[in-house]
Nanobody
Framework: EVQLVESGGGSVQAGGSLRLSCATS????????IAWFRQAPGKEREGVSS????????YYSNSVKGRFTISSDNAKKTTYLQMNSLEPEDTAVYYC???????????????????WGQGTQVTVSS
């Protein structure tokens, strides 16, 4: 059974940092890509970042580029999202999602992902 479990969310002041984790099981991690999405209250879910484990390629949304870093520990089958210089606009529920194979510039299309985690709340206060 494929499982993705997010952790690391919390409340932080603007300018602070958090590191989210997406622990996975039930599939061959090296053959999959993992993406982070987020959904703010009253808004649609949007892509934040992704990493393809077959070729190492990463993508970031313009809103987080330069502030967030995605990485993976293949031995732990876990993908991380290091979030620095957090802004109130980053407040959202953050989800990780998995898909077989490599991603391309269409990584933000949510219907391509097979499995999703339950989400973790990130709240940034001004």
């Amino acid at each position: 059974e494929v499982q993705l479990v997010e952790s690391g969310g919390g409340s932080v002041q603007a300018g602070g940092s958090l590191r989210l984790s997406c622990a996975t099981s039930g599939f061959t991690f090296d053959e999959y890509s993992i993406a982070w999405f987020r959904q703010a209250p009253g808004k649609e879910r949007e892509g934040v970042s992704s990493i393809s484990h077959t070729n190492g390629r990463t993508y970031y949304s313009n809103s987080v580029k330069g502030r967030f870093t995605i990485s993976s520990d293949n031995a732990k089958k876990t993908t991380y999202l290091q979030m620095n210089s957090l802004e109130p606009e980053d407040t959202a529920v953050y989800y990780c999602a998995a898909v077989f194979g490599a991603l391309n510039r269409l990584w933000v299309l949510q219907d391509k992902y097979d499995s999703w985690g339950q989400g973790t709340q990130v709240t940034v206060s001004s």
